[in-house]
């Protein structure tokens, strides 16, 4: 499962108890989906 930090935005491996992000040490942390949903931009 991976997890995206919502401060710096880095992608995350393998959390072991929702650690800080080891970029920025923001412990805000969201699930990364396989389908990510972003902004509508259809046209
Ligand atoms: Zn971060």
């Given at each position: 499962?991976?997890?995206?930090?919502?401060?710096?935005?880095?992608?995350?491996?393998?959390i072991?108890?929702?650690?800080?992000?080891?970029?920025?040490?923001?412990?805000?942390?969201?699930?990364?989906?396989?389908?990510?949903?972003?902004?509508?931009?259809?046209?």
């Amino acid at each position: 499962m991976a997890y995206v930090c919502t401060h710096c935005g880095k992608k995350i491996k393998q959390i072991e108890n929702f650690v800080r992000c080891p970029y920025c040490g923001s412990r805000v942390l969201v699930k990364s989906r396989p389908n990510i949903p972003r902004d509508v931009s259809t046209d």
